[in-house]
């Protein structure tokens, strides 16, 4: 396997990582450095067993391989405006088919500022304001990926999930379309570390959970840790979705 920064420059060790926009998440026990760290243990690229773990536990994925990786890969989005930025984008193969691997790290820091619907009413406003955007359209767009093609922001269970979210899984979906890959998985990984407190991670847990319930329409559903469920078809691909979990000492 391969690493490499967004412009092809080899990733040989972990300090060699794209660094975030947001530099503030450039630190040790923060998402974007874990993730880096994680990645090269031993000095070395080095698959953390978590993910292999739960990529192994779903029968599709039996006999996966990587090819090429890249941390802060942007996958443009619906309409104008600002696209996907994944944590990580994988390029994989099994012996039946290629895939698209999208990973979101956390530490404690939330899934975005705002909600579905939030946001969405956030832009009409400034619309009506006279400011030109183009989000409305996007987020619809997005909902119709997810089979939700009637939104109501006061009726619609989408409306109470994390913006962020919605846009990954879209995004893992529209990136596997771009690779030619006939499945997209979205993996969260947590980082539980000093600098995490017990009340974000609750959070983080409540809002993915919520996410989950309502992109499978299963009000009752928990989501085992480890496992990945689906695949549940996004703009006509299939998606697995799943969270792992790394204590980092």
């Known amino acids: 396997m391969e690493l490499s920064q967004p412009d092809g420059t080899p990733i040989k060790k972990w300090e060699d990582w794209t660094r975030p926009k947001r530099t503030y998440h450039w630190k040790p026990g923060r998402s974007a450095m874990e993730l880096a760290r994680a990645w090269f243990k031993h000095d070395r690229i080095n698959i953390p067993k978590e993910l292999i773990e739960i990529l192994s536990s779903h029968d599709r994925l039996k006999g996966f391989n990587f090819s090429k990786g890249i941390p802060e890969f942007v996958t443009p989005l619906p ?39 939030e946001y969405y009413l956030s832009a009409i406003r400034k619309r009506q304001e006279g400011i030109r955007t183009r989000a409305p359209e996007r987020i619809m767009t997005l909902l119709s990926f997810v089979g939700e093609n009637n939104f109501d922001t006061k009726k619609s269970a989408w409306s109470g999930v994390r913006y962020q979210l919605l846009t990954a899984i879209c995004g893992t979906a529209i990136q596997a379309t771009k690779d030619s890959s006939t499945l997209g998985i979205l993996v969260i990984h947590e980082f539980q570390t000093d600098n995490t407190t017990k009340d974000n991670l609750k959070r983080n847990e409540h809002d993915f959970e919520f996410f989950i319930r309502v992109f499978l329409n299963a009000p009752e559903f928990t989501l085992k840790p480890g496992n990945l469920v689906g695949p549940i078809k996004v703009n006509g691909i299939d998606c697995l979705i799943g969270k792992i979990t790394s204590i980092v000492q």
Do not use: M, S, W
């Open 79 to 117: 309409e104008r405006g600002e696209g996907r930025n994944h944590d990580l984008y994988i390029c994989g193969k099994t012996p039946n088919e290629n895939f698209t691997l999208c990973i979101e790290a956390k530490a404690d820091e939330p899934f975005g500022n705002q909600y579905v619907a």
